[in-house]
C-alpha cells in the first residue's frame, strides 16, 4: 500500500497501488527531498515472471511496502540497502524479508 492525498483533503488514506489513477494526488519527494503531493499523469503496470520476488518492508508504525528489487526509495536509496532499525518515511524498519510476490503485475506511476 502507498499513502495517498487524494481530493484535496487533508487526510492521508491507504490505498493499493492498483486503484490509483490518473489525476490523483499522490505523496512524492520533489527536488529538494521535501515530501509533496502531487497528481499522477500516468499509471502503467508490467507482468512478472512466475517467480518474481518482492521486498517486504514492515514499518513500527505499521505500514507495509511490497518493493521490486532495484526500486528507488523516497530517501535516495534502492530497497537493497534498507537495513532494521533504520528510520525511513519517519517511522522505524521492523522487518524486511524477500519473498514470492502473490500478483501477476506490477505497478508504476509517473507523478508531475
Known amino acids: ?4 492525498k487524494y481530493d484535496n483533503f487533508n487526510t492521508k488514506w491507504n490505498i493499493i497501488i492498483n486503484e490509483i489513477m490518473e489525476g490523483m494526488l499522490v ?3 520533489d527536488n529538494f527531498r521535501k515530501m509533496v ?3 499522477v499523469l500516468k499509471v ?7 517467480n518474481h ?3 517486504h518492508i514492515r514499518l513500527k508504525d505499521g505500514r507495509e511496502l511490497w518493493i521490486s528489487p532495484n526500486h528507488p526509495l523516497i ?3 534502492y530497497v537493497e540497502e534498507l537495513k532494521i532499525g533504520e528510520i525511513y518515511d519517519n ?3 521492523t522487518g524486511i524479508t524477500l519473498e514470492d510476490y502473490k500478483f501477476d ?3 508504476d506511476i509517473l507523478p508531475d
Do not use: A, D, Q
Open 37 to 39: 503531493t502531487r497528481p
Open 75 to 77: 530517501n535516495s536509496k
Open 44 to 50: 502503467s503496470s508490467t507482468l512478472n515472471s512466475l
Open 105 to 107: 503485475k506490477t505497478y
Open 1 to 4: 500500500m502507498i499513502i495517498i
Open 27 to 29: 505523496w512524492t519527494v
Open 53 to 55: 520476488k518482492v521486498f
Open 91 to 93: 517511522s522505524v524498519v
